[in-house]
């Protein structure tokens, strides 16, 4: 699908300069988000960040902690896995599709054209989702999951990703049109040559829309002192097929999934509530500041203190 888009634009004048115009824009987009050095990055949309690196860099690690999607606008970045290159750059996305460690560089960067790209990490309920509104179309079974997988960007991908980062510059749509970006994004994934990988992000259909159901419950009850038990109840299942259930379809146990959701609602709260941080841990959750600190530095790479800071002060 994406290889025949990127052939028609090939031989059609006008497709391409409407490429070329989309990406350029999702390249003014990124670089205006992107206001520092390394990450940063969006408070008011989790799961959200921005990269931008002035040189051709080494990272020992980066690990993901569930279903993400790499766009890149300007440069290039390989990711390893165990001895397997995933190679990305304007042309090409990368999804990741549960939890890994990578080693990655950068390896196209100068200050006059650093890297930018952006990293989404995509919510498994609304992969969940998705799949259970495609149910009815035929499609290959997953044979095995597979950590990463690299696809052409074509013009559908091109436009969610501008369409989802122009929203967020503006509060009433970055509240209505973002979350309808980010599904049809997801949709864009799930009908091109992605769709295996990310459908392996979310395990198999079985109990999907129970586990759907379970993460719409974690989600409401981000501030409440929940526990697997309380989530298994919700959706009539035992605890031990929930819990197994749930990691084979979120590829996160539900514990994490849980913690991951309070760490972002926290740095929401310290960010556009203007929350301290020991306040923003109790309304998360957390009975222990430095576990919730521990917490987020593991998850975000800086303390909530100095991450709260630079975005009051930027």
């Known amino acids: 699908m994406a290889q025949t888009s990127h052939l028609l634009a090939r031989s059609n004048p006008h497709a391409a300069a409407q490429d070329a115009a989309r990406a350029g824009e999702l390249l003014e987009l990124v670089a205006r988000a992107a206001t520092s050095e390394g990450e940063t990055g969006n408070p008011l949309f989790p799961g959200l960040l921005f990269l931008r690196i002035s040189n051709p860099s080494s990272f020992r690690t980066w690990q993901a902690f569930g279903p993400s999607l790499a766009v890149v606008a300007q440069g290039q970045k390989i990711s390893s896995y165990r001895g397997v290159d995933f190679t990305y750059d304007p042309s090409r996305y990368l999804v990741v599709t549960g939890e890994a460690e990578f080693e990655g560089k950068v390896v196209e960067a100068t200050p006059e054209r650093p890297f930018l790209a952006f990293c989404y990490s995509i919510p498994p309920d609304v992969i969940a989702k998705m799949l259970l509104t495609l149910a009815h179309e035929k499609v290959e079974p997953v044979a095995e999951t597979v950590p990463a997988f690299v696809g052409t960007v074509d013009r559908p991908i091109l436009d969610c990703a501008v369409r989802l980062l122009r929203a967020l510059e503006e509060p009433l749509e970055r509240r209505v049109v973002a979350p309808l970006a980010v599904e049809e994004l997801v949709f864009r994934l799930l009908r091109s040559d992605a769709a295996a990988a990310v459908r392996s992000a979310v395990g198999q259909p079985p109990d999907t829309d129970k586990i759907q159901l379970a993460m719409q419950f974690l989600r409401s009850n981000v501030e409440r002192s ?71 530095r593991g998850l975000f790479g800086t303390s909530p203190g100095e991450y709260a800071r630079h975005f009051r002060d930027s």
Do not use: I, N, W
Request: zero cysteines; charged letters at 25%.
């Open 226 to 296: 929940v526990s697997v038990d309380d989530v298994a109840r919700h959706v009539a299942m035992s605890p031990s097929h929930f819990a197994h259930r749930f990691r084979a379809v979120a590829r996160v146990s539900p514990m994490r999934y849980l913690k991951q959701l309070r760490l972002h609602h926290a740095r929401t709260l310290m960010v556009a509530e203007g929350l301290r941080v020991g306040e923003a841990a109790a309304r998360a959750g957390y009975e222990s500041t430095s576990h919730f600190t521990r917490d987020f």
